[in-house]
């Protein structure tokens, strides 16, 4: 298996523009989740899925963030309008009884 | 509610000397452990996990933990450090019913010296 894939994997954007991350789970995995990673808050946790429906997306930051999951094998994190303090790396993780396994990352910047 | 503490935010040992990472957690009910690292732009890689049985457990790259619940920890350790070990290592807790999500330290840093 390739992995939890994510793309782009480094993305820079304008304030107020739309940006989409994009994440393929590990198939066959039932839960996927969204992280964030900056320097002062370390990883937070964004929004997870259990078979594709959203269980808890209470630390999404705002409502400018929103996170979909149309089907097993795909999940975006959206940010709309983008502002400079979401710059971050932002990781999808899949898990399998418990064990998850992470991607790559998707470096945001917003200038 | 789950939190984990990991004391050490950098740690810098030499080459080939043993290395204890600290881990402290807490949890009502019987924790599901885990210790990942994360190489300069890279995600986390699950370096190994506890759910249940033997406290100690034997990790992937030379690596051990221990779960000790008199003392709601569960410390990373290697006896010979290398250089490419150098990296950021996080502890993490999951629940043991319910929830799937994994609660993540600030984690730790740790450099190698030759």
């Known amino acids: 298996d390739a992995g939890v894939i994510q793309s782009p994997r480094h993305e820079v954007t304008e304030m107020g523009q739309e940006v989409t991350l994009r994440c393929k789970p590990i198939?066959?995995?039932?839960?996927l989740f969204w992280y964030r990673q900056t320097m002062m808050r370390g990883l937070e946790l964004l929004i997870y899925?259990?078979?594709?429906?959203?269980?808890?997306d209470s630390g999404m930051p705002e409502d400018r963030f929103s996170a979909k999951m149309p089907n097993a094998s795909f999940s975006t994190l959206k940010i709309q309008p983008s502002e400079p303090r979401d710059s971050a790396v932002y990781f999808c993780?899949?898990?399998?009884?418990?064990?998850?396994?992470f991607g790559q990352g998707t470096r945001l910047t917003v200038v | 509610a789950q939190s984990v503490t990991q004391p050490d935010i950098h740690i810098t040992v030499s080459e080939g000397a043993s290395l204890e990472l600290r881990c402290n957690y807490s949890?009502?009910?019987?924790?599901?452990l885990f210790w990942y690292v994360q190489s300069p732009g890279q995600g986390l890689q699950l370096l190994l996990k506890y759910f249940s049985g033997d406290t100690l457990v034997q990790g992937i790259k030379g690596f051990e933990a221990e779960f000790k619940r008199s003392q709601s920890s569960f410390n990373l350790r290697k006896p010979s450090v290398h250089w490419s070990d150098a990296a950021e290592y996080f502890c993490a807790v999951g629940e043991e019913t319910g929830a799937n999500n994994l609660f993540f330290g600030t984690g730790t840093r740790l450099t190698v010296i030759p």
């Open positions: 949890y009502g009910a019987t924790p599901y």
């Open positions: 198939s066959g995995h039932n839960s």
């Open positions: 993780a899949s898990s399998l009884d418990r064990k998850a396994f």
């Open positions: 899925f259990n078979n594709n429906v959203p269980i808890d």
